[in-house]
């Protein structure tokens, strides 16, 4: 079933069409209107009537979640206030946080997306969603909730929290279908069996819409083997939109929906255009954004795209799922975690070398669990262990605040932690995606 | 003041809880010709103190120092116990009833008899009140 078929199964020729002219509008009215956009291709020595075929999208800038952070809040808008119909704001973890403003066509555009994208999950009239991503600031619950309701699935928005009545609203609504994160819906497993219910017996749900996270193919066996339900990976962030495109039923990928973004992979180095096939940085142009425009936007996620049809019959391409990012940025049990703040964390911590530390990420079952080692200082050793474990207590205290995610902490003594002369390599991640 | 000379340098090295780490500090202090008289370890979670009374503490400091262990001094009293039912009683008894604190000990009970190595938080008062109660507290001389 798709939601859109003359969209979704446009033979690839027509399609690269539709882009180039959807791209070409886009690039005339930005260098037309955006002040920012018109300094950066001047900047780049590229005019828009450069630009003559789809190929020639790698002669536009790249843009930065710098060059959101920089414009703060709203400078590189390119709609009005009195056009924006709502805002968004990310969490802000590396400092100042990213707005993101949507005009009546953004949220349009964003809805359609995922449309058609809960339609490719085999979801639609009939169905009844729990949206338990958290509503708000965050992209997550309202996207999808203005998407379900949109393929005429009955929507519960019950945001994040509370598993036991979660779970009991499941059973007493007949929810078949729920968005949430996937260590979210391990966790929803877990209490569901301690009340003494089946997820897989004494529900109705069969479908789950999982993402905001990295996971793994291995967590989707788990949960589908254990819930007895299938879930899809959902890809998006907010200065696309928000969450905006999924799997299909074929499991096999990410459509990206051709006539509404421009997915490319680059050499995260060199910046080089990659075929498809092979794994780079993902970089991303929305061919249909009003209030924020993105062209050709550095996510920092790596992945590669297959632009073979689908077996579902999808001509859009797909994006493999995500295997790691560009940038030192984790994320450790759906929160973004940056080695910058562990350091500054354990700098403001007398008893331990807060240049000096290794954080190593592994996944025990379908929960990541996140070490930090720290060097005590030389001043703060006492040989009572619980002096040492005091230091210990107030590492871990510290940086569970200002992370916002526990972190086991392991004392070592000064100068054993590797020194790096260039750029440090801090974290081990050992997940496998 | 009369009780210093009971006073004995105890090095405490920190060691993360990895195989090898004894073995290495171990390996140093015999390249170094440094004899240990007593030895414990404490283990917490992933972490680990050595403590030892060693023939020449600042040269046991040095080396270990120079080979990147985080090593310092600690002052521990030895006490004489009466090797039968009851020794260790006497001496944890006087130190209670005087309201001092045992923050950890160890002993051995070696050819000389047993003896008690002691962390306590005042020191030279643990001493007098030990010797007041007709106990015997090694003077450092004999270790170092």
């Given amino acids: 079933m798709m ?8 033979p690839a020729g027509d399609l690269k069409r539709l882009q180039y002219r959807l791209l070409k509008t886009l690039v005339y009215r930005l260098y037309s209107f955006s002040p920012f956009y018109h300094d950066r291709m001047k900047e780049a020595g590229t005019h828009p009537d450069d630009i003559r075929s789809l190929e020639d999208i790698t002669k536009l800038p790249f843009m930065y979640k710098s060059d959101l952070r920089d414009n703060y809040p709203d400078r590189i808008f390119t709609a009005s206030q009195d056009e924006l119909v709502r805002y968004h704001v990310s969490s802000g973890t590396t400092g100042k946080p990213t707005v993101v403003g949507y005009t009546a066509n953004d949220l349009e555009s964003w809805t359609t997306s995922l449309a058609r994208s809960l339609t490719a999950c085999g979801l639609g009239r009939g169905d009844v969603m729990q949206v338990s991503y958290g509503y708000g600031l965050f992209t997550g619950g309202l996207g999808l909730h203005y998407g379900a309701e949109r393929i005429g699935a009955t929507v519960l928005p019950i945001g994040t929290g509370n598993t036991e009545r979660q779970i009991e609203l499941m059973q007493d609504l007949h929810v078949t279908a729920i968005a949430c994160t996937p260590s979210y819906l391990v966790h929803i497993g877990e209490t569901a069996n301690r009340m003494g219910i089946s997820i897989r017996n004494d529900t109705d749900l069969r479908v789950g819409i999982l993402g905001a996270e990295p996971w793994s193919e291995g967590i989707r066996t788990t949960l589908q083997n254990e819930l007895g339900i299938r879930v899809y990976d959902i890809y998006g962030t907010s200065e696309l939109s928000g969450p905006m495109f999924t799997e299909c039923t074929e499991q096999q990928g990410i459509h990206i929906w051709g006539d509404i973004a421009y997915p490319e992979i680059i050499d995260p180095e060199s910046g080089e255009h990659l075929p498809p096939g092979e794994k780079g940085e993902l970089v991303m142009t929305v061919l249909k954004k009003e209030a924020l425009p993105m062209i050709r936007y550095r996510i920092g996620d790596i992945t590669s795209i297959d632009d073979s049809v689908c077996a579902c ?3 859009s391409p797909r994006i493999m799922r995500i295997q790691g990012r560009v940038d030192d940025m984790l994320i450790v049990r759906g929160i973004n975690v940056f080695p910058s703040q562990v350091e500054h964390t354990l700098m403001g911590i007398p008893e331990v070398v807060g240049s000096a530390f290794q954080i190593e990420v592994d996944r025990r079952g379908a929960l990541d669990s996140m070490l930090v080692r720290v060097e005590m200082s030389k001043d703060a050793f006492s040989d009572k262990i619980t002096d040492l474990m005091k230091v210990k207590a107030k590492v871990t205290h510290d940086l569970r605040n200002s992370l916002n995610v526990a972190a086991d902490v392991e004392l070592v003594a000064p100068g054993t932690l590797p020194r790096f002369e260039g750029k440090a390599k801090r974290v081990i991640d050992r997940r496998v995606y | 003041m009369a009780e210093k000379k009971y006073i004995i340098k105890q090095i405490s090295i ?24 007593a030895f414990s370890i404490a283990e917490a979670n992933g972490f680990g103190v050595v403590r030892a009374l060693v023939n020449r503490p600042d040269a046991a400091h040095e080396t270990l120092t ?3 262990f985080m090593v310092s001094f600690t002052d521990v009293i030895a006490v004489r116990m009466r090797d039968e039912p009851g020794g260790l009683f006497e001496i944890a008894r006087i130190l209670g009833e005087a309201g001092i604190n045992i923050e950890y000990s160890y002993a051995y009970s070696g050819k000389e008899g047993a003896v008690l190595i002691l962390r306590i938080d005042r020191v030279e008062e643990g001493v007098r009140q030990i010797l007041q109660a007709g106990g015997e507290v090694l003077i450092s001389d004999l270790f170092q």
Wanted: proline share 5%; hydrophobic share 40%.
């Fill in chain 2, 14 to 37: 920190f060691s993360e809880n990895k195989p090898g780490r004894l073995a290495s500090i171990a390996h140093a202090l015999e390249e170094a010709g440094i004899n240990i008289l």
């Fill in chain 1, 3 to 10: 939601w859109d078929p003359r969209m979704e199964g446009m």
């Fill in chain 2, 66 to 68: 120079s080979m990147g």
């Fill in chain 1, 313 to 315: 019959g999808r001509t």
